[in-house]
């Protein structure tokens, strides 16, 4: 019988040599089909920490966006409503001055009534089953009362106000808090005891075609502290609208954070795909140059050097 020319020794070193490959191999597939350098935090050594910490930062960041997106809605909700309310005195304020300098009125009551009934609306507006203007007591509609008579035979303004004493507030950054929850009181007080002076004037004395002397100056007088209610309302106005731009302010460093966190934790955790690929095509010439080694050391016999 003619021996084989390889050995036991050698056969086993190239087997090893052949799972080795194998390993590399099957290694370089798993990173170029999962784009990760590994499955699992233990094959990123000394680097698990440091992931940990940028990916929880990564969720907090993105809770506080989940935040601030709905306190979007209810800013653009409040800016509406303030809005068409302004725009009701203003139109008010107008009559009255055209009243003055006519010295007629006609429909005077029915335009208190109207500019009444839409405030009230606007204030106990309900946005996504919480009132925008009761503060912390969401489920209870802010304004008590729906006519100008109701009103009137309240005790004091403030009685048909039903709001909270403290307004909305939220968390949009690690130690930033944004107080953006506007009351009915705060925004409408001053506009109600306007409604509720000249209702009660017109009770005693109709403003009703031409007026006398003692309605105009009436008028005058009410024009002037009207200005004054407007005014407030103007003011919450643009404070509603500055808490939108510090909230956008926020929500972009945010967006620019949460991109930076997703290329930092990739540079951690991602392979770089050329380099894998390469890899990958250098493993299968190794894997194949072992099998073919093998195989090669396998078919040698001393025939082949008699």
């Known amino acids: 019988m003619v ?4 050995s036991f020794g050698q056969q086993q070193l190239l087997i090893r040599s052949i799972i080795d490959n194998q390993s590399k191999l099957f290694e370089s597939q798993r990173q170029v089909s999962t784009g990760k350098k590994a499955d699992d935090f233990k094959g990123l050594a000394g680097e698990t920490g440091t992931i940990l ?4 930062f990564k969720g907090r960041i993105e809770t506080y966006q989940q935040t601030i997106a709905t306190i979007r809605g209810k800013l ?3 800016d509406v409503q303030i809005g068409g309310v302004l725009d009701g005195m203003e139109d008010l304020k107008e009559n009255i001055q055209t009243v003055l ?3 007629q009125a006609q429909g005077f009551e029915e335009l208190l009534e109207q500019t009444f009934r839409f405030t009230v609306n606007s204030l106990n ?3 996504d089953g919480t009132y925008l203007f009761s503060g912390a007591e969401t489920g209870t ?3 008590n009362v729906s006519t100008l008579a109701e009103l009137s035979a309240a005790p004091a303004t403030a009685d048909v106000f039903d709001n909270a004493a403290i307004a909305f507030e939220a968390r949009i950054a690690d130690g930033v808090n944004l107080e953006f929850g506007l009351l009915a009181s705060d925004l409408a007080t001053g506009v109600f005891d306007e409604l509720r002076a000249l209702y009660d004037q017109h009770q005693l004395t109709p403003f009703e075609d031409e007026i006398d002397q003692t309605q105009f100056d009436f008028l005058q007088n009410s024009l002037q502290t009207l200005t004054t209610a407007i005014d407030g309302l103007r003011r919450d106005h643009v404070s509603n609208g500055l808490a939108f731009e510090r909230l956008e302010v926020i929500d972009q460093q945010h967006a620019d954070s949460t991109l930076f966190l997703e290329t930092f934790i990739a540079d951690l955790e991602d392979v770089n795909i050329a ?6 095509n250098n493993d299968q010439v190794a894997l194949e140059a072992s099998y073919q080694s093998i195989s090669s050391l396998n078919q040698l016999t001393l025939l082949r050097f008699l």
């Open 3 to 6: 021996g084989r020319v390889s």
């Open 53 to 56: 910490g940028a990916r929880s």
């Open 76 to 78: 653009d909700a409040n």
């Open 101 to 103: 300098a006519n010295g």
């Open 125 to 127: 507006t309900n946005f």
């Open 141 to 143: 509609q802010p304004v």
């Open 275 to 280: 380099e894998a690929v390469t890899r990958l």
